[in-house]
């Protein structure tokens, strides 16, 4: 493959999109070389006013709307309608996260556009699919991070907390990304579009399997853990003796065995019956704790982790965010705001080796190119501002 050509060069994704979900798929799917045009209101995606945090931009906007196009539309007027149906017969993608129904009312229907397009791939992102009874309920992230359980199994022993993120809706956003390409693939073979739907409740509820299986299976879903796994010991902080967390995870009985005489230096841990494999330590991890923390607790944090890594145990430290901005393994990528601000974020964690490197792209202006899109899709006959 030369290092120019990417995987969705020519491909024209037309989006109705708002927030962070649609938009975050489409981000992703222009670095794979895909044209986004970002259909907007005259108010602008609500996005643009979360914060101020890119150099006086939206983070949130910043982050996942590089190298859009961006016209501004009122699809419910005659003119505009006929437009954005120009649009999306020329599109091979069509992406939209409104409230359910609001497309098909406005006469754009994952159903009818197929059926007018063949060839179209649809999705539709919502907060919980199309069930009437939960049709009109908003579904931003943080309420579906509670109401599918999430926020319920997150958080200290004590106390429930939020996901740090916005789990649901980056979710969503990269399972509909993954879905797209799989439609592409199959219209490679049958000459045919599809319709997907995804929704930010669903994806949530994929990623709830273990706990709900512990739930209707098993005796009990997990509780509340803190710095703790619920069915795996040990696997959770442990404070060492300059009050540093540190986080160690056992994954077999190697491991166990391992820690036990190269990191504690004490054997007959390993060799207590009540710690005889995960389950019993799970069960017993009130006792296993003790005896853990009256040896990590004589250790220096460097003198624990030196012996966790001679033992290839894995462990992790508790960083901040300050921690992550200086991490070592923090890939950079150079991005611009709608003002042409030079900012530095996370590059694409998809890595083609030999490509060169990207160019940098910048976020829209509310509007920037909606005269260069109408010029380049206008109807005959039709006259725009």
């Known amino acids: 493959m030369k290092p120019s050509i990417k995987?969705?060069?020519?491909?024209?994704?037309?989006?109705?999109?708002q927030a962070l979900a649609a938009p975050l798929c489409t981000a992703k799917l222009i670095e794979a070389g895909a044209r986004v045009i970002k259909v907007e209101r005259a108010s602008g995606d609500f996005s643009r006013g979360y914060d101020t945090a890119a150099k006086g931009e939206s983070s949130y906007f910043t982050w996942t709307n590089q190298g859009k196009q961006s016209i501004i539309l009122d699809f419910k007027a005659p003119a505009d309608k006929q437009f954005l149906e120009n649009m999306i017969s020329k599109a091979d993608i069509f992406i939209q996260n409104l409230a359910p129904g609001a497309m098909a009312r406005a006469g754009f229907s994952s159903k009818s556009l197929r059926n007018k397009y063949p060839k179209l791939i649809t999705c539709d992102i919502s907060g919980y699919g199309e069930h009437d009874t939960l049709a009109e309920m908003k579904a931003y992230d943080f309420l579906v991070q509670?109401?599918?359980?999430?926020?319920?199994?997150?958080?200290?022993?004590?106390?429930i907390g939020r996901i740090g993120v916005s789990i649901c809706d980056i979710g969503a956003g990269m399972t509909a990304h993954a879905a797209i390409l799989e439609a592409i693939l199959l219209?490679?073979?049958?000459?045919l579009g599809s319709s997907l739907k995804i929704s930010?409740?669903?994806?949530?509820?994929?990623?709830?399997?273990?706990p709900l299986i512990h739930n209707d299976y098993g005796k009990a879903a997990p509780v509340?853990?803190?710095?703790?796994?619920?069915?795996?010991?040990?696997?959770?902080?442990y404070k060492t003796l300059d009050n540093i967390d540190?986080?160690?995870?056992?994954?077999?009985?190697?491991?166990w065995h391992r820690f036990c005489k190269n990191v504690l230096?004490?054997?007959?841990?390993?060799?207590?019956?009540?710690?005889?494999?995960?389950?019993?330590?799970?069960?017993?991890?009130?006792?296993?704790?003790?005896h853990l923390n009256r040896i990590i607790h004589t250790l220096s944090s460097d003198e624990f982790q030196k012996r966790l890594t001679q033992s290839s145990i894995a462990f992790g430290r508790i960083n901040s965010v300050e921690d992550l901005s200086h991490h070592i393994a923090l890939r950079r990528k150079q991005v611009a705001n709608s003002n042409g601000d030079l900012l530095e974020i996370p590059a694409s964690p998809i890595r083609w080796v030999g490509r060169n490197p990207e160019a940098t792209m910048a976020a829209p202006k509310l509007g920037e190119h909606s005269k260069q899109l109408r010029k380049e899709f206008e109807i005959?006959?039709?006259?725009?501002?």
């Open 146 to 159: 509670a109401e599918c359980g999430l926020v319920g199994i997150s958080g200290g022993v004590n106390e």
């Open 200 to 210: 930010l409740f669903d994806v949530a509820a994929d990623w709830m399997a273990v």
């Open 224 to 237: 509340r853990q803190g710095l703790k796994h619920p069915t795996i010991a040990p696997y959770g902080a």
């Open 187 to 191: 219209r490679e073979k049958t000459s």
């Open 265 to 290: 230096k004490d054997d007959t841990i390993a060799k207590n019956i009540l710690f005889k494999n995960n389950n019993a330590r799970v069960k017993n991890y009130q006792l296993l704790d003790e």
């Open 380 to 385: 005959l006959g039709a006259i725009y501002d």
């Open 246 to 255: 540190v986080i160690i995870s056992i994954q077999n009985e190697r491991e």
């Open 7 to 17: 995987p969705l060069d020519g491909c024209l994704i037309v989006s109705i999109e």
